[in-house]
C-alpha cells in the first residue's frame, strides 16, 4: 500500500482493501514484460528487459515485436495466443531461443492485449520436479483426514521448491486464517497453530489468488523496473491482475521483511471456485529464484491437491452417513404411533443427540411450543423465528454468531450463541430447531492482529505488523460452529422428518390413502431415478477429472457430457418417460454441426426404452465430439453414415461410419470417451459394440438387445423444442451479447447466483435480482429494465405472472424460465415469452435473448 498523499483523508483497514496491487506498473527483476496488440505492435515494456533478452526497451515502444523474433517463434506463439481468452486463460511456453537466450514464457490477456512475460531458463530440476507429482500426489491421497493430508502436501511443496518453511494456511468463515500444516528446516520459527487475522490479506489480494493461484517473490529486496509505454504515461495502466512477474505492494515487502522472510511464494488452494486456503512458503537465508517451469509443476500439484482435499472434505461428511441412517431408522419405526413431534421431544432429543451435539432442542409444531435443555421461552422462540429464520423457508439454517445476528438472543432466559433450524413446513411453520452456549475460545495469534497508523514524509498510512510472537486472545459471543457433516445429517434428519410428517398424515386422513401411497412410490421412483444420475455423474467427473488434462477441458469436456444426458432425459421427459425415437436423439446430437446435412441415415426409425436411450446418449455424444475433433465432422466437406436395422432376433443393430473426412489410425492410447464407447452398450445393456480405425475413417457398430427395443408407432414424436433449436443456433452463430440493466426474478439463491454471474460475464450492465414477485415490482418501479428474466414458478405457490404482465405493460423485452417438462404447461396463462429451460448454460440465455430480438423485431 503507497503513503496517502492526502493527510486530510482517514486511514483504516479499508485503505489496504482499496489499494490497487493489479496497477502497480512494475514487474520484478527475475522477468521482463511485452504488452502487444493482437497483430503483434509494442504498447508496453518492461524497463529491464535489456537485462532479460538484450534489447533497448525504449527502441521496442509502438513497433512490431515480430522484427525481433524468429519466424519459427512467431509461428509458435501464434498458434498459442489463439487458445487465450477461450480455452486457457493463461498459457505457458519453455525452452524458446530470443536472441540467442533460452528463455521461458508465460502469455495472458490483459484487456485487448497480448501480455508476454519472459524469464531465462532456469538450468535445474525441473523435469524432475514433474515426475514426483504423482508420487508425492499418492502420499497424500493415502492420508485419512484433511489435516494429515495437508501436513504431507507441507512436505511435498517443500520438497519440490526447498524453501526453508512452507506452511499450509486454511481460512476460516470470518477471513482469518490458521497454519494447520508447516514443514520446515530445523531452527527456523514455527507457526503451525497460530491464527492470522484476515486484514493481513486484503481483499482484493484475495480476489487475485483466485484468479492468478501462483506468487513468487523472488528476493524483497531485488530493485523492481517500471513499465513504459506507448501512452507516455496519459494512457490507462496496464492490469496486471494475471502476471507472474507483477512487482509487490511495498506494505506487503515491508510485512515480509518484518517476519524475517527474503523470498516468498503463495499457491492458491481453490475449493469449488472459492478460495479455500494457500501453501505460503518462506525463505529465511537469502533470495530463491525458481524457474517458471518448476513453478508451473508446483502448480499442477496444487491442483490436484485441491481435488483431493475436496474428496476428503467429502470423506468426512459421509463417515457419519451410518448415525444418520441409524437416527433415520429409529424415526421411521416410530412413526406409525401417530404421535405429534410434541409429544415425543425428550425420545427425539435422545436420538438427534447421538448424531449432532447440543445444548437445548425447541420444537414449534401446529402452533404447539416444548423445549428441553438450554433453549428459550415460547415467546424469545416465536421472535426469533419471525425476525431470523423464517428469512430462510424451507431450508436448514444455521448460525454459530446469533449474537451478531439477532442481538435479542444475548437477553434470553436461556441465551443460546448458536442455532441449527430444521424447517418442517411452510405452513404452519413447524420447526425443531437446535442450541448451543456461548463457548470463550482462546485464540492463538501470530502476532497482535492490528495494524498501526504512522505518518509518513507524505502523510498518513497504514503499517504493517512488527511482531508475529504467539499473543492470546479471549473470544467470546460465539458457539462451536456447526460442521459440515453435522449439516449433511441435519439435512438427513429433516428429510427423515418430512417423511414421518407424511406418515402421520396418512394415518389422520385415511380417505386420502391411496393418492399418498402413490406420491410415495413416484417419489420412491423419482429417488431411484436421481440417485442413478448422480452416481453416474460422480462417475463422470472422476474418469473425466482423469484423463482430461487441464482444468479448462476438464470443465468443458463434463459439460458436454452432462448436456448429452440432459438432452436425452428432455426427449424422455416430452414423451412421459416412455420409449423414445433414436431419429430425434440423432437430431439433438447432430444440430450443433449442421444437422442432416452432415449425417446421412440408412434404415427405418425406432424406439428405446428410457435406459437404452441415456446409454446411447452418452455414446452418440462421445462420437458426434470425437469425430467433430478428428473424424468427418472436423472438415466441411466430411460426414457421417448410420445404418439401423433389426436382426432376427429383434435386436437393433446400428452402425456409424465416417466418410470423406482426413486419413486417422487407431489411438495410442484409450481415454475415457473411447471407453464409454467401447463399453456402455456392452456393460449397461448386454449388447455389443465394436470400433475399428480403416484408414478411411473411424467405424463402429453396436447391437443393442431386443428387450430396449420398442414399438416406434407408439412414439409421439415431439417438434424440436425453442431451447433445443436455441441450443443449435446458439453454437452455430452466437447472437450478440447482453446489454443494459437486466432483473432476475428467481427464488433459489445458487441458481440465481449463478444466473447473474453467466448475464455479467456476456455484458450486462447491472443485475437486480429478486426472490418475491413484490420484490420484483419494487425494483421495476426504481429502475429502468432492459431486459427481465421470470422464474415461472416462485416459493410458497406463487408465480411472477404479475412481473410478467407489468413487463408487457412497459414494453420490457422478457424470458421465462423453468425446470418444469412443456408436458406441464408450466407457462399458460402467462404472455408469449420465449422459455429457458433449467438448467440452462450461458449460451443457452444467449441464444434466448437472439430470439427474444427476433421477435421483436418482427
Known amino acids: 500500500m503507497r503513503e496517502d498523499p492526502h493527510p486530510t483523508e482517514s486511514v483504516d483497514l479499508d485503505n489496504c482493501d482499496r489499494e490497487p496491487i493489479h496497477l502497480l506498473g512494475q514487474v520484478q527483476s527475475y522477468g521482463g514484460l511485452i504488452a502487444m496488440t493482437p497483430d503483434w505492435v509494442v504498447q508496453h515494456v518492461s524497463a529491464n528487459l535489456d537485462t532479460i533478452l538484450g534489447i533497448d526497451p525504449h527502441s521496442l515502444v509502438g513497433e512490431p515485436l515480430t522484427d525481433h523474433l524468429s519466424a519459427e517463434v512467431v509461428q509458435n506463439l501464434n498458434a498459442r495466443m489463439d487458445l487465450l481468452g477461450q480455452e486457457q486463460d493463461s498459457i505457458r511456453v519453455f525452452g524458446v531461443q530470443i536472441g540467442g537466450r533460452a528463455t521461458d514464457l508465460s502469455l495472458h490477456l490483459s484487456g485487448k492485449l497480448v501480455v508476454l512475460e519472459v524469464e531465462p531458463r532456469k538450468n535445474d530440476r525441473d523435469l524432475e520436479e514433474v515426475s514426483l507429482i504423482h508420487p508425492l500426489l499418492r502420499r497424500v ?218 445444548d437445548g432442542i425447541a420444537v414449534l409444531s401446529d402452533g404447539a411450543y416444548i423445549a428441553r435443555g438450554h433453549a428459550p421461552s415460547e415467546t424469545e422462540f416465536v421472535g426469533l423465528v419471525d425476525d431470523l429464520i423464517a428469512t430462510a423457508p424451507g431450508k436448514i439454517f444455521s448460525t454459530h454468531r446469533l449474537f451478531d445476528k439477532y442481538p435479542a438472543a444475548r437477553g434470553f432466559s436461556h441465551p443460546a450463541a448458536g442455532i441449527l433450524a430444521l424447517p418442517l413446513s411452510r405452513s404452519p411453520r413447524d420447526y425443531i430447531v437446535l442450541f448451543r452456549r456461548e463457548v470463550v475460545e482462546t485464540v492463538h495469534w501470530a502476532g497482535k492482529p492490528e495494524k498501526k497508523m504512522e505518518t509518513g514524509p507524505l502523510g498518513p498510512r497504514l503499517t504493517p505488523r512488527s511482531s508475529f510472537q504467539a499473543w492470546q486472545q479471549q473470544v467470546e459471543g460465539k458457539s462451536a460452529r456447526w460442521t459440515k457433516a453435522e449439516l449433511a445429517v441435519a439435512e438427513s434428519v429433516r428429510a427423515t422428518l418430512l417423511e414421518v410428517v407424511l406418515k402421520i398424515t396418512d394415518e389422520a386422513n385415511r380417505q386420502r390413502q391411496r393418492a399418498s401411497e402413490t406420491q410415495a412410490l413416484l417419489i420412491a421412483e423419482l429417488n431411484h431415478r436421481v440417485r442413478n444420475i448422480l452416481n453416474l455423474i460422480r462417475g463422470l467427473v472422476r474418469q473425466t477429472r482423469d484423463t482430461s488434462g487441464s482444468p479448462e477441458n476438464f470443465a468443458m469436456v463434463l459439460d458436454g457430457r452432462i448436456e448429452a444426458l440432459a438432452r436425452a432425459h428432455d426427449q424422455l421427459t416430452q414423451t412421459d418417460w416412455s420409449a423414445s425415437s433414436v431419429h430425434k436423439l440423432i437430431d439433438v446430437e447432430f444440430a450443433a454441426y449442421g444437422g442432416s446435412e452432415r449425417i446421412v441415415i440408412t434404415g427405418s426409425d425406432l424406439a428405446l426404452v428410457p435406459d437404452a436411450y441415456a446409454t446411447l446418449a452418452l455414446v452418440l455424444h462421445e462420437l458426434v465430439t470425437n469425430s467433430a475433433k478428428y473424424g468427418a465432422l472436423s472438415v466441411p466437406e466430411g460426414h457421417v453414415a448410420m445404418t439401423f436395422e433389426i436382426d432376427d432376433g429383434g435386436a437393433f443393430i446400428l452402425t456409424w461410419t465416417d466418410r470423406n473426412g482426413p486419413d486417422v489410425s487407431p489411438p495410442t492410447r484409450k481415454g475415457f470417451g473411447t471407453t464409454i464407447i467401447e463399453k456402455s452398450v456392452p456393460f449397461e445393456l448386454g449388447g455389443e459394440a465394436e470400433l475399428t480405425f480403416p484408414s478411411a475413417g473411424m467405424s463402429a457398430r453396436f447391437v443393442i438387445p431386443a428387450r430396449h427395443v420398442g414399438d416406434i408407432t407408439d412414439v409421439q414424436i415431439p417438434e424440436m423444442t425453442s431451447t433445443d433449436g436455441d441450443k443449435a443456433t446458439a453454437t452455430v452463430a452466437r447472437p450478440e451479447g447482453i446489454e443494459g440493466r437486466v432483473l432476475l426474478v428467481e427464488d433459489n439463491m445458487v441458481i440465481a447466483l449463478d444466473a447473474a454471474d453467466i448475464l455479467e460475464g456476456e455484458g450486462a450492465e447491472e443485475v437486480l435480482v429478486a426472490a418475491t414477485a413484490q420484490q420484483a415490482m419494487e425494483l421495476l418501479d426504481a429502475n429502468i429494465i432492459d431486459l427481465a428474466i421470470l422464474d415461472i414458478n416462485l416459493g410458497r405457490s406463487a408465480s411472477s405472472l404479475t412481473v410478467a404482465e407489468a413487463l408487457v405493460e412497459r414494453g420490457t423485452p422478457f424470458l421465462l424460465a423453468t425446470g418444469y417438462g412443456e408436458s406441464t404447461g408450466a407457462a399458460n396463462g402467462f404472455p408469449p415469452a420465449p422459455v429457458l429451460k433449467k438448467p440452462y448454460s450461458a449460451a443457452d440465455l444467449i441464444a434466448a435473448v437472439g430470439k427474444l430480438r427476433t421477435v421483436s423485431a418482427d
Open 141 to 358: 491421497r493415502a492420508a485419512p483426514h484433511v489435516e494429515n493430508a495437508a501436513q504431507e502436501a507441507a512436505h511435498a511443496i517443500r520438497a519440490l521448491t526447498d524453501f526453508g518453511r512452507i506452511m499450509v494456511y486454511r481460512f476460516d468463515d470470518e477471513g482469518s486464517g490458521t497454519v494447520i500444516a508447516e514443514a520446515a528446516v530445523p531452527g527456523v520459527d514455527s507457526f503451525l497453530g497460530l491464527r492470522f487475522p484476515a486484514s493481513d490479506i486484503p481483499q482484493q489480494a484475495r480476489a487475485l489468488y483466485t484468479r492468478n493461484p501462483m506468487r513468487l517473490i523472488a528476493d524483497v529486496d531485488a530493485q523492481t523496473h517500471p513499465i513504459l509505454s506507448a501512452t507516455m504515461g496519459f494512457g490507462d495502466p496496464l492490469d496486471l491482475s494475471m502476471s507472474v512477474t507483477r512487482a509487490v505492494s511495498p506494505i506487503h515487502l515491508e510485512y515480509l521483511r518484518n517476519m524475517g522472510v527474503r523470498a516468498s511464494m503463495s499457491v492458491s488452494i481453490i475449493d469449488k471456485g472459492k478460495l479455500w486456503g494457500l501453501f505460503a512458503c518462506h525463505n529465511l537465508d537469502g533470495p530463491k529464484p525458481i524457474g517458471l517451469e518448476r513453478r508451473t509443476a508446483i502448480e499442477i500439484f496444487a491442483q490436484l491437491f485441491s481435488y483431493e482435499l475436496l474428496q476428503k472434505e467429502a470423506d468426512q461428511v459421509l463417515a457419519r452417513s451410518t448415525e444418520a441412517r441409524n437416527l433415520h431408522d429409529a424415526m421411521i419405526a416410530r412413526a406409525g404411533q401417530g404421535a405429534d413431534f410434541t409429544e415425543n421431544v425428550d425420545i427425539l432429543s435422545q436420538e438427534i443427540s447421538g448424531a449432532i451435539d447440543f
